[in-house]
């Protein structure tokens, strides 16, 4: 029977694994990203209720994490502001980690940041992420999303954000001119801060701060080999209180379900199509349905060979 998950990007939690007798057993929870995409003929206000089902149900089935995506100025997307979907999500979820896939840290400010999540884990204790991430909306979003309207920002270096980021989190050493600013004082946890990333430089970032890291293996499979490898090679524990002492990783892939092949190609179809418009840059608004996708395509879609798209 196929579910709402299909909606959704699995994940693969890395864990501690345990040897039996015969073979090494790797243990794996299982979470979600949800960028909330909108069916053809439907709205945003639709694509916003799926997502808080599928998280209810993925509540109900035990899955461990649920991420709300950040994009922008794509027609088959409504999820653009993750920690709106966060406290939504948490409110109708009991045992759900809930955190943001990512964060477009390039795009806000740190105190703002820290703050927004702060306030989050305040009110729902224990259960929220705070995914960093990095990507450009093209040069006119990009602008559109800058507060200033007097010229085209220069980025700022990504780990000193994040640095900058962790010490809202930690305090100030004295002298500095953020230690006179009060910040949450008497309020207790923080949330669990990862860095997201699809290439070896953001696992740079995260194993450099002690940090945990999720690599997006559905945008660049053929990256997450080497990024794994260097996070785990170049990890240091963490002098901040919410980092690690020893390394931790999520691997995302894009995952359909179905009983058989086919049925599993029948249903990613649409998915399909929206790859191959956004690869011409003609994506229209609305995920076509399986008929319309299937006739688009003219058929089923060819098998993913094998390490996926």
């Not at 306030?119 to 999303?145: K, S, V, W, Y």
């Not at 690599?215 to 997450?224: D, E, I, K, S, T």
Request: hydrophobic fraction near 40%.
């Amino acid at each position: 029977m196929r579910t709402g998950l299909e909606r959704g990007l699995a994940i693969g939690e890395d864990v501690e694994h345990r040897r039996s007798q015969q073979m090494e057993v790797y243990p794996m929870k299982m979470s979600l990203v949800d960028t909330s995409p909108v069916l053809a003929g439907s709205t945003a206000a639709e694509a916003y209720k799926l997502t808080l089902d599928l998280a209810a149900q993925a509540d109900q089935l035990g899955c461990s994490r649920y991420r709300a995506a950040e994009l922008h100025g794509v027609p088959v997307i409504a999820g653009t502001s993750p920690e709106i979907a966060i406290a939504a999500i948490a409110s109708r979820t009991s045992n759900l980690r809930v955190g943001s896939g990512a964060v477009l840290f390039n795009q806000r400010s740190p105190n703002r940041v820290a703050e927004t999540f702060v306030q989050l884990n305040a009110m729902f204790p224990g259960r929220i992420d705070l995914g960093l991430g990095r990507a450009t909306a093209g040069a006119l979003l990009d602008f559109a999303l800058q507060s200033s309207r007097q010229a085209v920002a220069t980025p700022e270096p990504h780990d000193g954000k994040v640095v900058e980021l962790l010490h809202w989190f930690d305090g100030f050493e004295d002298g500095h001119p953020f230690a006179q600013v009060p910040f949450f004082d008497g309020v207790a946890g923080r949330p669990e801060t990862w860095i997201l990333g699809s290439g070896p430089a953001s696992a740079v970032v995260a194993a450099r701060l002690g940090l945990p890291y999720a690599f997006a293996a559905n945008l660049n499979p053929g990256a997450a080999r080497i990024a794994m490898a260097t996070y785990r090679k170049e990890f240091q524990p963490s002098p901040f209180s919410t980092g690690l002492r020893s390394p931790y990783s999520i691997l995302g892939v894009s995952v359909v379900c179905g009983e058989t092949e086919e049925d599993a190609l029948r249903a990613d179809s649409g998915g399909e199509v929206v790859r191959r418009l956004a690869s011409k840059g003609r994506l229209r608004n609305g995920v076509p349905t399986t008929a319309d996708a299937l006739q688009q395509l003219g058929g089923l879609p060819h098998t993913p060979r094998a390490g996926g798209r």
